[in-house]
Structure formats: C-alpha cells, structure tokens
C-alpha cells in the first residue's frame, strides 16, 4: 500500500465553503509535502512541512502536521472554483533515501 | 524561470514498439525525476537522478524501462517493447537541494498503448 493515504478520495463543497483533507503515513518522515494537479497547469507544489513542525500557512491554505498520530491535514478556506484539482500528499522518509512517495490524492471539486 | 520541459506531450504506440520520452529540468537543478501515473493514482517514482548519477531506479521494470542522463542535464526515459499496461502519464520533475525540498514538475507526456 502506499505510505501516504488521503482521506476523503473525493469532495464537493459550494463556493465559499471550506475544504478540509487528511493524510495518514506509516513511518518516520523529514517532511510532508502537499500538491496540487489540475489540468491546466499539471502538477504545482503548495507546501513542505517538516517534522518538527506543526503548522503552516499559505494564503488561504494551512497545513497542520501532527507526528504522534503520523497524520497531516490540509484545509483550503474560502474555496473557489478555480481550486477544483486533485490534491496529493507526498511523504519524505527517513527510511528510503528521502524518495518522496505520492498517495492516491483527494480530488476536490468546488461547484460555483 | 523557465520550469520543467518535456516532449513530446501525447503519445500512441502499438504494444511490442518502443517510444522515447524527454525531458529538460530546470537550469541548475542538480536532482531529476521520472515519476508514472496511472489514471486516478498518485505518481509513483521510477527513477531518482542526481547530476549523472542514478540515486534510486528501485521501482523502475528493468526489462523494458531504461533511463538516462547525459551531463547532467537533459534526460531521456525509453520503454522497449511497450505494454498495455504503461499506458499513464509520465512525468519528470526537478529539484535543487539533492531533493530534500519541493519538486518542480513538467506538463507530463501522456502514452497510450494500443
């Protein structure tokens, strides 16, 4: 199976609304990466988040990391129609070489 | 900045012939990637190249995929003879620091095997 799982494998919200995604990993990390892919634009980093943190911010997206539970959450505020994308997290393990393993993504739609 | 560039962006073949996909990173990066996806997963990587040097190729079909990265900089990946099941898209990304930090990714060349 893969290291990094999300949770839900698909969302849809209204406009406006918040958009909330999980992501669970197996083993001892140096960082966690979010990505988003879309169509148009193909596959963009949004944020790295390393083990000894626990939150980020970027705009109206914020990452939480939280190595106890191996879990990480990415919530996008204020969604817009512009943010519907599938969004992957990528796990760096201390384990493999820091390969960065992809998991299965969310794929969020945001209907106007 | 110039980002990731990748040729050709579509590809069919028939299955037993052979196609040849390229890439260009970004200037300076030293670090390179071949990640496939399949329809509805995550990339999955193939091979890990830092300047001409192969880092990791674990996940990489030995018998039919190869990879190459000449003066590292511009990387080709070959699959000979293709199967039905490499139909996916392949991309290629780059990165600065030996691959600690985030990954810049091509357009990606999407392959159908017939």
């Known amino acids: 199976s893969q290291q990094g799982e999300e949770d839900p494998q698909a969302l849809s919200i209204q406009e406006g609304e918040n958009a909330t995604m999980n992501c669970s990993y197996k083993t001892s990390i140096n960082n966690l990466q979010w990505y988003r892919q879309n169509s148009g634009r193909g596959l963009v980093h949004l944020i790295l988040?390393?083990?000894?943190?626990r939150e980020k911010h970027s705009g109206r997206l914020r990452v939480t990391l939280d190595t106890s539970k191996k879990s990480s959450s990415l919530l996008i505020t204020a969604s817009r129609a512009a943010d519907t994308a599938s969004y992957f997290c990528?796990?760096?393990?201390?384990?493999?070489?820091?390969?960065?393993?992809f998991g299965g993504g969310t794929r969020v739609l945001v209907k106007p | 900045e110039a980002g990731v560039a990748q040729s050709p962006r579509y590809k069919i073949i028939e299955k037993r012939q052979s196609v040849a996909f390229w890439c260009n990173p970004i200037?300076?990066?030293?670090?390179l990637y071949w990640y496939q996806q399949i329809l509805g997963q995550g990339p999955k990587l193939l091979i890990q190249f830092q300047n001409n040097g192969v880092v990791d190729d674990s996940q990489l079909p030995k018998d039919r995929f190869s990879a190459e990265r000449l003066k590292g900089v511009d990387s080709t990946l070959k699959i000979q003879p293709a199967k039905l099941e490499d139909s996916a898209v392949y991309l290629c990304?780059?990165?600065?620091?030996?691959?600690?930090?985030?990954?810049?990714f091509g357009p990606g060349t999407r392959l159908t095997v017939t």
């Open positions: 200037s300076g990066h030293a670090t």
């Open positions: 990528a796990t760096r393990l201390k384990a493999a070489g820091n390969k960065l393993t």
């Open positions: 990304a780059s990165s600065s620091n030996k691959g600690y930090d985030e990954q810049y």
């Open positions: 988040i390393r083990s000894n943190e």
